[in-house]
DNA sequence: GCCGTTTTCGGCCCGACTGTTTTCAGTCG
């Protein structure tokens, strides 16, 4: 089992415990037991071979014992036990927003509803506003709260898609007889939500890939559809697809699994794929049917076919270009890793400069800051600058935009900062012109640098909030303000699209990772693929930019 | 359930909104 796994029973087992209305304190214990090994950098199972499982800090005598068995046969009797009290469907109930432990309890021991199709069910016939302390309005979202989910059912984001490939890719290559592999489709094209895993191979025989696929620990099913095809899921209901062609076919089949629909029917009509053998890389495909090379996540039919025709491709960002990070969290309010270590990381990854935002006063249950531990904090950060010269630690915030617009923190505490991100946290649901006012508001404070996760949509889980974004584009022009990129894979806000926009505007983007552990900081790849899909290069990104350049962008007025 | 002790049990992030009430419980960040 991964850590990942682990965490997710671990998780599980407090969710059920907060149904069951255990000790509060002891849920914790769970959800803080499954956060620390999700973290963990060391792989559970080597600690486990090692007995050093309960050297893990918030692992005790209980949960260690429960990891035990984890570790031997994949789940364990306590979790077991639970899920016979609290069955699954029950559980599913809790990702409907507005819905917590203590309202599907009240939906469970009055109605018996054990999955999410009965509870709909239910709510259609106004079941639900009889039960006790619940209503009308609660009846309503549930329904609503179901629908949304519907509609992403089976959609992945880039955080669980995107390494479950990699994990296939690379298990793909273990055959002697296949000589390449390369995700494809969407996934390739960097969607944040992906149906599905498509994978191409390049192999002599297809039987052997086959037999090897079909061995797979990570799958939950394999079947071979077509001597070419085969078809599966993954753990996390993903499911897969692979795709395998003999070598002369690669590369032009390459293009073929990778566009989207509208961008192949395009290049390749009236083109027999047949006569595209023997091509040795992407670009002599393209250059076949005419066309300049056009990266992947661009293949979309927004524009890149015309672009490629008239030569007009536009230069994207790569992840070398990157030269800090402008948006993480420390312990000093909700991050889990010293300032002197992200430095590290930071420095690992080949950055120039990192700068320290952590939550502000008012968001008390993230610890943060207020006036003097922000200047304590100043302090801390003068010193570690002192000791090296070659990298830099700006001093940041990510101060909450308050409900109508205020800023957290007066003007002159901003002003004693190099960098000020602006962020929502609060009145998710202000109309649309409220939203859009409050923002603005914060664009125009002359130490506003970077607005954090503009539309505050969380994938899967949330949508955004309505705002006017053109007059925010014009606004953030106007004012220098960026916008950022916010790399985790459950945000990638603003998306693509917006940042195309954007980038018409002439506003300039921060790609973030918004770190609250220093492993967080290479979730910038995510903020990088959304950026190319939105047409975005090096110029278009302040934090690609040198220390002087950016500075002289920090410090407008 | 875990931790850290003043070694054997008390303490363990909070504040505001929403929807239900008719004074507050549940959810969320």
Redesign the pocket.
């Known amino acids: 089992m991964t850590n990942r796994e682990v965490a997710q029973i671990l998780v599980r087992i407090a969710d059920i415990l907060g149904i069951k209305d255990e000790?509060p304190?002891?849920i914790?214990?769970?959800r803080n037991?499954a956060e620390v090994i999700y973290r963990l950098e060391e792989n559970i199972n080597d600690l486990h071979r090692l007995d050093r499982i309960g050297d893990i800090?918030?692992?005790?005598?209980?949960?260690?014992a429960s990891i035990k068995e984890m570790m031997d046969r994949g789940s364990c009797e306590y979790y077991d036990q639970l899920l016979n009290e609290v069955p699954e469907g029950v559980l599913q109930m809790l990702s409907i927003?507005?819905?917590?432990?203590?309202?599907?309890r009240v939906i469970y021991e009055n109605l018996g509803i054990k999955s999410l199709e009965e509870l709909l069910k239910a709510a259609r016939a106004n079941e639900i506003?009889k039960l006790?302390?619940?209503?009308?309005?609660?009846?309503n979202?549930i329904i609503k709260g179901i629908e949304m989910l519907a509609q992403n059912a089976g959609q992945a984001t880039l955080g669980i898609a995107s390494p479950a490939a990699e994990r296939l890719k690379n298990y793909l290559l273990e055959v002697d007889a296949v000589s390449a592999v390369s995700v494809v489709g969407s996934l390739r094209r960097g969607k944040p939500l992906v149906n599905d895993i498509d994978i191409l191979v390049e192999a002599r025989d297809f039987l052997a890939v086959y037999d090897h696929v079909n061995n797979y620990p990570g799958a939950i099913s394999v079947n071979r559809i077509q001597p070419d095809l085969i078809s599966g899921q993954l753990t996390y209901q993903i499911d897969f697809e692979i795709i395998m062609v003999e070598p002369e076919d690669f590369y032009p089949y390459l293009v073929w699994t990778t566009g989207g629909k509208e961008h192949r029917e395009i290049i390749f009509e009236n083109i027999d794929i047949k006569n595209l053998r023997g091509m040795n890389n992407e670009e002599q495909v393209y250059e076949k049917l005419g066309y300049q090379y056009i990266p992947p996540e661009l293949r979309e039919n927004t524009g890149e076919i015309e672009a490629s025709r008239t030569g007009e491709m536009p230069f994207l960002i790569e992840k070398r270009h990157i030269k800090g990070d402008l948006h993480m969290h420390s312990p000093w309010s909700d991050g889990g890793t010293e300032i002197e270590e992200l430095r590290e990381a930071a420095r690992e990854m080949k950055y120039d400069y990192i700068a320290i935002t952590d939550h502000s006063k008012s968001?008390?249950?993230s610890?943060g800051l207020n006036e003097e531990r922000l200047s304590a904090q100043g302090l801390v950060i003068d010193a570690l600058n002192r000791q090296c010269q070659d990298f830099t630690i700006f001093k940041g915030i990510e101060v909450d935009i308050l409900k109508e617009g205020q800023l957290d923190f007066a003007d002159e505490v901003l002003a004693s900062l190099d960098i000020v991100v602006a962020s929502i946290?609060?009145?998710f649901?202000l109309d649309r012109e409220e939203q859009t006012e409050r923002i603005l508001r914060a664009i125009r404070n002359k130490y506003v640098n970077i607005i954090g996760h503009l539309t505050g949509r969380?994938l899967n889980r949330?949508p955004g909030y309505e705002v006017d974004i053109d007059r925010i584009l014009m606004a953030a022009h106007k004012h220098q303000v960026a916008l950022e990129i916010n790399s985790h894979p459950d945000r990638l806000d603003i998306d693509a699209e917006l940042a195309r926009r954007a980038r018409e505007y002439g506003v300039k983007i921060a790609i973030n990772s918004d770190a609250h552990h220093k492993q967080d900081l290479e979730l910038i790849k995510y903020g990088i693929i959304n950026g190319r899909r939105g047409w975005l290069g090096p110029d278009d990104i302040i934090n690609t930019w040198d220390k002087d350049r950016l500075l002289q962008f920090l410090n407008k007025k």
């Open positions: 000790n304190f002891r914790r214990a769970y037991a800090p918030g692992i005790g005598k209980a949960i260690k927003p507005g819905l917590g432990h203590k309202t599907v506003q006790p302390g619940l209503g009308a309005k609660t009846e979202n968001l008390t249950i610890g946290h609060s009145y649901n969380l949330r």
